[in-house]
């Protein structure tokens, strides 16, 4: 008994807890309920009948992202896959092979990235587009394409113009999203950004914030000047991220904006002031 006793009475800080998937209890098969999971998700967004065919995106096993990723490792935070996961997943390359795109080196959002930017292309000339985006991933209103939210397909298609992609590309630069990616955005803003905007002067750059700092900008080219600014501000100096590892305004904006950018064509690594700022003629 006194072993018991003095294992109890020690501090929670004395231990690491850590979180672990498990099996539900009320299942017997696992996997086939899965499999019937799926199913039942693919046939409910055929059952729209809004296209003449479909294709299915799945991530692949590597992601440029991870070795991308200085300031904080990429999906640091997520918890472990569910445990038929892998196993389902086989089963549905060999069920559905015909219609799955698999992602190389990238994810899922980046293929339909890619389709996002053929259907602009083919809008551009013809005035119509080719493709219909199904996400669950809010990174995907970052391309101006019609979409349709599949957790939420009551919305019906959206047709997301390219000001407003912009404007969550930019919003997401600046208030990052580390609850599922682990990607920092800015962590807080200077003093002299929150008087220029009104804001409090709560640590951090969160929803609030990053919709006042963009809520007057009328172009997109105003979008990531607003950015810039609040990257320059904060950023007033060099900062070292790990050991012997220095980065300035202009590598944490770098970095962010490569992990937080859909890939519009196959091998794209984005740089936010080649492929953005120079085809704006924003001034640096």
Avoid at 27 to 39: D, M, P, T, V, Y
Avoid at 154 to 174: C, D, K, N, R, S
């Amino acid at each position: 008994m006194d072993y018991f006793f003095s294992l109890f009475s020690r501090n929670r800080e004395d231990f690491e807890i850590t979180q672990h998937v498990r099996l539900r209890s009320d299942i017997e098969n696992h996997l086939e309920e899965a499999e019937k999971q799926f199913a039942y998700f693919v046939k409910g967004i055929k059952d729209l009948n809004v296209a003449d065919d479909y294709k299915l995106c799945l991530g692949g096993k590597s992601n440029f992202r991870y070795e991308a990723a200085k300031i904080l490792p990429y999906k640091g935070s997520r918890s472990e896959k569910p445990i038929v996961f892998a196993d389902l997943k086989d089963k549905i390359l060999a069920q559905y092979k015909s219609k799955v795109v698999v992602a190389e080196n990238c994810e899922a959002d980046d293929d339909l990235g890619i389709y996002g930017a053929k259907n602009q292309a083919y809008f551009k000339k013809t005035g119509k587009y080719k493709y219909l985006l199904g996400y669950i991933d809010k990174d995907i209103k970052q391309i101006w394409s019609p979409s349709l939210f599949l957790n939420h397909k009551e919305l019906g298609i959206q047709f997301i113009t390219p000001f407003e992609a912009a404007h969550h590309f930019a919003y997401q630069v600046l208030k990052g999203d580390l609850s599922v990616d682990n990607i920092q955005g800015l962590p807080d803003l200077a003093l002299e950004t929150k008087e220029k905007y009104g804001l409090r002067k709560a640590v951090g750059c969160g929803e609030v914030a990053a919709t006042t700092i963009l809520s007057e900008c009328k172009d997109i080219k105003s979008l990531f000047e607003r950015v810039i600014e609040c990257y320059q501000a904060y950023y007033s100096e060099p900062k070292e991220i790990t050991e012997g590892v220095v980065y300035d305004w202009k590598d944490f904006l770098r970095e962010n904006a490569l992990l937080l950018w859909m890939m519009r064509k196959k091998d794209q690594r984005f740089d936010f002031f080649e492929d953005l700022c120079k085809p704006l003629e924003i001034k640096l």
